[in-house]
T-cell receptor, first 114, second 114 residues
Framework: DGGITQSPKYLFRKEGQNVTLSCEQNLNHDAMYWYRQDPGQGLRLIYYSQIVNDFQKGDIAEGYSVSREKKESFPLTVTSAQKNPTAFYLC?????????????FGEGSRLTVL | AQSVTQLGSHVSVSEGALVLLRCNYSSSVPPYLFWYVQYPNQGLQLLLKYTTGATLVKGINGFEAEFKKSETSFHLTKPSAHMSDAAEYFCAVSGSGTASKLTFGTGTRLQVTL
C-alpha cells in the first residue's frame, strides 16, 4: 500500500540533544512537508520541499533543519536551538503541481523533551 | 495571503444530532478548501474538498460542506452524529495556482455524547 511512514512514533530526548525524525513516502510525490502540532494552535509549517536537494523555510523553521537527498525521504532534525521542542510532528506529501493542493499525512511522531 | 478561522475549539453534540462545524476563510485568489479529520495520536485524513464547480461537496463518513463565496464560509455538516465521529476537525485553504501550500485553522474538537 502506498503511504507515508514516520518513525519513531514516540521519542524522548534530553535537553541539549539533537534528534532526527524520519519520513519516507512511496506515493511518488514531489513535494514533502513537516508540520508541528500543539494543542489549540493547529498545524504550523516548519519546512517544505518541492524537489530533491531543495527546500524552503515555513513559518516556524528556527531550531529545525531538513534535507532532501532522495525523493522518497525528508528527515527533520530538531536541534538543541529549538526552545520548546515538545510537540507532535506530522510529515505530509503532495503532488508538486497538484491542482488542489491536497496533502497526504503520516501518522505522526510525538517528541517529548525531558 | 490566506487564513482560516474555525469558530469554536470544542463542540459537543448528542448522538443522532446535527453536526455543524464552522469555518471562514480569507484568500486573495479563488480558494481551494479542505476539511481534514484527526483521531487521537494519528495523522490527518482528508474528509472532503472544494476546488471548482458544485458548491455542495460530499465527503466520507456522511459529511458534507457548502462553499459560500458571499459569506467566505465552508462549514462542515453531518445530519446525524455517531460516536465514531468524535475527533478533531481542521479546515484548510490553499490558493488556486499555488504550489500546494495549505493554511490550516486551529481545529475543532468534536465530542459526541449518548
Amino acid at each position: 500500500d502506498g503511504g507515508i511512514t514516520q518513525s519513531p512514533k514516540y521519542l524522548f530526548r534530553k535537553e541539549g540533544q539533537n534528534v532526527t525524525l524520519s519520513c519516507e513516502q512511496n506515493l511518488n510525490h514531489d513535494a514533502m512537508y513537516w508540520y508541528r502540532q500543539d494543542p489549540g494552535q493547529g498545524l504550523r509549517l516548519i519546512y517544505y520541499s518541492q524537489i530533491v536537494n531543495d527546500f524552503q523555510k515555513g513559518d516556524i523553521a528556527e531550531g529545525y533543519s531538513v534535507s532532501r537527498e532522495k525523493k522518497e525521504s525528508f528527515p527533520l532534525t530538531v536541534t538543541s536551538a529549538q526552545k520548546n521542542p515538545t510537540a507532535f510532528y506530522l510529515c505530509a506529501s503532495s503532488m508538486l503541481l497538484a491542482e488542489t493542493g491536497e496533502l497526504f499525512f503520516g501518522e505522526g511522531s510525538r517528541l517529548t523533551v525531558l | 495571503a490566506q487564513s482560516v478561522t474555525q469558530l469554536g475549539s470544542h463542540v459537543s453534540v448528542s448522538e443522532g444530532a446535527l453536526v455543524l462545524l464552522r469555518c471562514n476563510y480569507s484568500s486573495s485568489v479563488p480558494p481551494y478548501l479542505f476539511w481534514y479529520v484527526q483521531y487521537p495520536n494519528q495523522g490527518l485524513q482528508l474528509l472532503l474538498k472544494y476546488t471548482t464547480g458544485a458548491t455542495l461537496v460530499k465527503g466520507i463518513n456522511g459529511f458534507e460542506a457548502e462553499f459560500k463565496k458571499s459569506e467566505t464560509s465552508f462549514h462542515l455538516t453531518k445530519p446525524s452524529a455517531h460516536m465514531s465521529d468524535a475527533a478533531e476537525y481542521f479546515c484548510a485553504v490553499s490558493g488556486s495556482g499555488t504550489a500546494s501550500k495549505l493554511t490550516f485553522g486551529t481545529g475543532t474538537r468534536l465530542q459526541v455524547t449518548l
